[in-house]
């Protein structure tokens, strides 16, 4: 089975802030990521698809990057609407899915 | 509007079973492989089943293999979730999610693009 890692698992930050969260897979998983952020009481929103694609709508802030085992998102500028759990999904081991254990960003 | 509107939760004691449903609108139903994810209480996201379009694959996670059942119908543009035997550990908000992804020959799957609002299952006696 992939595992996903995330660093850091909660992180506070300010509006302006540049952010960046790790996504590490136990094994190689080529670019078959994809990144989501969650809000409190609301269902996921893909951000980011095959690593370092963004999904249709979704602000040019956000940025993602890598490939094999290591893999990053990145908000170039954080707005109030950011302070969110920010998960990745590997899709290489199709369908068999597995979402990291998640990132919380949090107000400074 | 593409959307997704699950239904079916509700309180439900150890050992018993609940049927979740998902009602698709907004785009061609029948076209798009079909997810279930799950979240417990303060956890992170859990994939816990898939069906193939036209329901001739299908897979489960470990932790509901044997006890779930994933179905649905494209006549009705709806998906389904079985649950049997359930547990105190399968207390969660479970969430259909539409898949996203290109090619019929090679498939590439980028992730779910569309979610449900989900719905609340609670196994407790």
């Known amino acids: 089975d992939i595992q996903l890692t995330q660093s850091p698992s909660f992180l506070s930050a300010s509006v302006g802030d540049r952010v960046t969260i790790t996504c590490r897979a136990s094994q190689g998983i080529s670019s078959y990521l994809a990144w989501y952020q969650q809000k409190p009481g609301k269902a996921p929103k893909l951000l980011i698809y095959l690593a370092s694609t963004l999904q249709s709508g979704v602000p040019s802030r956000f940025s993602g990057s890598g490939s094999g085992t290591e893999f990053t998102l990145t908000i170039s500028s954080l707005q109030p609407e950011d302070f969110a759990t920010y998960y990745c999904q590997q899709l290489k081991s199709h369908p068999l899915f597995t979402f990291g254990p998640g990132t919380k960003v949090d107000i400074k | 509007e593409v959307q997704l509107v699950e239904s079916g939760g509700g309180l439900v004691q150890p050992g018993g079973s609940l049927r979740l449903s998902c009602a698709a609108s907004g785009f061609i139903f029948s076209n798009y492989r079909m997810n279930w994810v799950r979240q417990a209480p303060g956890k992170g996201l859990e994939w816990i089943s898939y069906?193939?379009?036209?329901?001739?694959?299908?897979y489960y996670a470990d932790s509901v293999k044997g006890r779930f059942t994933i179905s649905r119908d494209n006549a009705k543009n709806s998906l389904y979730l079985q649950m049997n035997s359930l547990r105190a550990e399968d207390t969660a908000i479970y969430y259909c999610a539409r898949e996203y992804g290109s090619g019929n020959y090679y498939y590439t799957p980028y992730g779910m693009d569309v979610w449900g609002q989900g719905t609340t299952v609670t196994v407790s006696s």
């Open positions: 069906i193939s379009s036209s329901s001739d694959t299908i």
